[in-house]
């Protein structure tokens, strides 16, 4: 069994993996904060009738305006996106955690849903 | 005296949700899941509830960036839920009991776990949809909440000690109540899963095996790997299962588990449900 590691020691990266910390909040929290707005109707209105002027008024940084003009998950978690947020913009666009986490692997939406079933065998 | 009458622990994948909306309960995709519920909802007829105490995380509906609690404690006479950004259809309001959310506020200072205190709080997908699987096609809620958030958003989050240290103190403040409420423990969230990065799509049967394995005898097992290892072995969101180790905490020192259903997948998370009785 591991043993928990000094605080302030830096474990082993994770692949593939994004821990949201401190820097990433600070660094993402215009986008986050355009993401939480969408919990209301009338903003996600907004956004689609004007995502240009919608994503100026929340101050997105060029990283974050460049990720979400492209529907760059990646892009978006490099910029600070934390998913839980991301994923009521993702919402938006009709789009669910299968169609998010095809997008971030590079694979078919059919292909991710069978890469998950394949996590059943042996089980 | 009140009674701790045993704990729930479900997952709360919003998808559920979707599902039971459209009444896909029976389909092929989803009857592995929801076969997991009929002997809850047996044991809760037989045990009788009425208040429920709930560890869950919010998912960005009552706590945003600006203001992130490690640990919140509902104290509300009624909690809402309300949109979370996808229009789907609202559960009804709760009831809350805030005498015994103090009570257990009391406690938990009294131990030097100092939460943050609620007296207006909305719950999301993570204590509806538990609610809801618990308790299909009643008219009224039978249980009262007390809600206690674990931050599992941002980091640094508590590690698995200190929620199982949290969840202990929960415990004391429910065996000491004078009341004659017969109370559930429920823990929501999990098992593996991850919906970020390059890794999403990443699930564990392995490491839930060894939670599930442990959880009603040996706790504290759990409570050995850093919240780095838990990221690693159970995704980036499979940390939820924090709630679960608070929850068993609460529900006192000996247990032992009476139900378990697991599958996978549900949408992108191993889903499981257990009941544990006190030992």
């Known amino acids: 069994m591991p043993t928990p590691p000094e605080p302030g020691a830096r474990p082993e990266p994770i692949p593939g993996t994004t821990l949201f910390d401190g820097d990433a909040a600070r660094k993402g929290y215009q986008l986050n904060a355009m993401c939480y707005s969408f919990n209301h109707k009338e903003n996600r209105e907004a956004f689609l009738a004007d995502e240009e002027a919608y994503c100026r008024r929340f101050h997105l940084t060029p990283e974050q305006r460049q990720a979400v003009a492209k529907r760059d998950v990646l892009g978006m978690i490099a910029a600070g996106g934390n998913i839980y947020y991301l994923a009521k913009l993702a919402g938006i666009f009709g789009l669910n955690v299968q169609d998010v986490g095809a997008m971030q692997t590079g694979r078919t939406v059919e292909a991710f849903k069978q890469y998950l079933l394949d996590h059943a065998r042996g089980t | ?279």
């Open chain 2, 1 to 279: 005296m009140a009674e701790i009458i045993g704990g729930y622990f479900t997952s709360h994948v919003p998808a559920i949700g979707g599902a039971i909306h459209r009444g896909d309960q029976q389909t092929p995709y989803w009857k592995p899941f929801f076969d997991g519920f009929p002997k809850v909802h047996e044991w809760l007829a037989k045990m009788k509830p009425d208040v429920a105490v709930v560890f869950s995380n919010d998912h960005g509906l009552n706590f945003f960036l600006d203001k992130m609690p490690t640990f919140a404690v509902g104290a509300a006479a009624e909690y809402q839920n309300e949109d979370e950004g996808w229009g789907l259809p609202l559960y009804r309001p709760f009831k809350g009991h805030p005498e015994l959310s103090w009570h257990v506020i009391e406690q938990l200072v009294a131990d030097e776990i100092d939460p943050l205190t609620c007296q207006q709080m909305l719950v999301d997908h993570a204590i509806s949809i538990p609610i809801e699987l618990a308790y299909p096609s009643v008219a009224e809620w039978p249980v009262r909440l007390v809600p206690i958030g674990i931050n599992t958003v941002q980091h640094p989050l508590p590690s698995a000690r200190r929620c199982l240290a949290l969840g202990r103190s929960v415990h004391k403040a429910l065996a000491s109540w004078s009341g004659a409420e017969r109370i559930v423990v429920i823990g929501t969230g999990g098992l593996s899963h991850q919906l970020d990065g390059e890794r999403a799509g990443f699930m564990n049967p392995d490491y839930d095996r060894f939670c599930l394995d442990h959880l009603a005898s040996d706790p504290d097992a759990l409570t050995k790997h850093s919240i780095h290892d838990m990221v690693r072995l159970a995704g980036t969101q499979g940390v939820e299962v924090l709630n679960w180790i608070a929850a068993r905490g609460a529900l006192g020192p000996g247990a032992r588990e009476i139900h378990r259903n697991y599958h996978l997948p549900i949408s992108n998370t191993a889903a499981a449900t257990v009941l544990l009785e006190p030992a």
